[in-house]
C-alpha cells in the first residue's frame, strides 16, 4: 500500500514554491505598477484606452492560438517528466502555427473591434508582442512550473514587465515625442527579448525541444477544453474593455481599464499562491478527491484571507488613484471602489475550478465558464450603451458573483458523484 502524502496541511516543498512565486510577485508588482503609471501619464487617457482594448482583444484569442499548450506542459510534464521536453517542443510548434491563423484573423476583424481610427501597425505590433514574445515566456514559465522550479518559474514572469518598463522608460526618456505607435513597437523589443531569454532557460532545463505535434495525438479534445477553458475565463476578464472600447469609446475604456489594471495588480500575489498548488492539485487528484479537497482547503484559508483584506484597503485607499496617475482619471476613483469586491470573487471561482480540473472534470468547469461568458456578452450589449464604463462595472461584478456560485454547485455535484462512484475504502491505495 503506498503512503499518501496528506493534504491537509501545506509541506515545506508547497511553502517553498509559494514563497518563491510570492517573492517574484513582490519584484512584479512595483515593476508592473510603475509601468502602469508611466504608461497612463505618457500615453493619456484616450491612446492608453486603444492600448487596452486592443491588448484585451489579442489576450482573448491568445489561449485558442496555443490550444491549451501551456496547461499541457505542465499537466503531463508534473507527472511524466521526461515527456516535458517533447511537449514544450509541441507547444512551439502549435503556439507559431496558431499565432498566424490567430493573428490573421484579428488584423482582418481589427477595423470593426478595435476602436475606431486604430491603426493597423499599432495592432500588428501588439500581435507579434503577445502571440510571439509573451507566448514563449508562457511556455517557457509552464515548463518550470511542471519541474516545480518556481524561482525560474519567478523570474520568467519578472522579466518580461520589466522589460517592459526598461525599453519604454528609454522612449519616455528620449527626445523623440512618445505617441502609441512607438511605445507597442517598444513591446515587441521587449517581448521577443524576454521570450528569448526564457526559452534558453528552458531548454537548458530539459533539453532541446523536439519541433512537431506528435505529442498531441489522443490529447486533442483535452488540449481544446484546457484551451476554450482559458479563452473563456480570459474573454470573462477582458471582452468588457473590447465592448467599451467600440461602444463607448477609448476615453471610457482608459477609465475604466486604469481601475482594472489595479485589481489586477492587486490579484498578483494570489496568482503566486494558486500557480504553486496547480501542479500540485493534478498530483493529490490521483491519490483520489478527498486529498484533493484536503489541499485545496489547505490553500483557500490563506487565499481568502488575503483577499478580503485587499478589497477593504483598496476601498479605503481608492482616492490614491489621482495624486498616482493625474486628474484625468478621478473617475476611475469610485469605479475602484466597485470593482475592488472582484479580488475576493476570483478567489471564491477560482478554487472550485482548480479542484474541477484536478478531478479531471475540465469539461463542467469549462461548461461554466461558457455559459458565464454568454451572460457577460448579454450585459455588456445591454448595460454599456445606456450607462458607459459604470455598465461594464456592474456586468462584471454579476458575472463574477454568477461565476463563484455556478462552480461551487457544481464541484458540489461533481463530488457527490464522485463519492457514489468510489466503493467505500478504495480511496486509499
Known sequence: MMTLVRASSLDRGFARNAGALLLGQVV?????????????????????????????????????????????????GATRPSSTRLWLGAGLTLSGLGAVAAGTLVLLLSPWVAPASTGLVVVLALLVAELVGARAVDLAASV????????????????????????????????????????????VVSSLTSGV??????????????????????????????????????????????????????????LYSAAYRLVDTAWLPMRAMLGAAWPRMFRHAQQGP?????????????????????????????????PLLGESYSDSVPLLRVLAVVVLLRCLHYLPADVLTGMGRQEVRT??????????????????????????????LACETTLALALWTALAVALRSSRRATPTGSEAV
Open 144 to 187: 518550470f512550473v511542471a519541474r516545480e522550479e518556481m524561482h525560474l518559474t519567478a523570474l520568467c514572469q519578472v522579466l518580461l514587465p520589466a522589460m517592459h518598463l526598461v525599453t519604454v522608460g528609454a522612449l519616455v526618456a528620449s527626445p523623440a515625442g512618445v505617441d502609441l505607435r512607438a511605445w507597442v513597437l517598444a513591446l
Open 367 to 396: 461548461a461554466v465558464q461558457v455559459g458565464v461568458l454568454g451572460l457577460n456578452v448579454t450585459l455588456n450589449l445591454w448595460l454599456i450603451p445606456q450607462f458607459g464604463v459604470w455598465g461594464a462595472a456592474w456586468a462584471t
Open 28 to 76: 512584479r508588482v512595483p515593476v508592473v505598477a510603475l509601468y502602469f503609471v508611466v504608461a497612463t501619464r505618457s500615453l493619456g487617457v484616450e491612446s492608453f484606452g486603444r492600448l487596452s482594448a486592443v491588448l484585451a482583444l489579442i489576450l482573448i484569442v491568445s489561449p485558442f492560438a496555443s490550444l491549451g499548450s501551456g496547461a499541457m506542459v505542465v499537466k503531463h
Open 197 to 254: 531569454v526564457c526559452l534558453t532557460l528552458a531548454v537548458r532545463a530539459v533539453g532541446r525541444p523536439t519541433l512537431g505535434l506528435a505529442p498531441f495525438c489522443g490529447h486533442w479534445r483535452e488540449a481544446a477544453l484546457f484551451s476554450v477553458g482559458i479563452g473563456v475565463h480570459t474573454a470573462h476578464n477582458d471582452l468588457d474593455k473590447v465592448m467599451l472600447g467600440r461602444l463607448d469609446g477609448p476615453a471610457g475604456v482608459g
Open 290 to 322: 478527498v486529498e484533493l479537497v484536503r489541499f485545496a482547503g489547505a490553500v483557500a484559508r490563506p487565499a481568502l484571507l488575503y483577499s478580503v483584506l485587499v478589497v477593504v484597503v483598496m476601498v479605503l485607499g481608492a482616492g490614491l488613484v489621482v
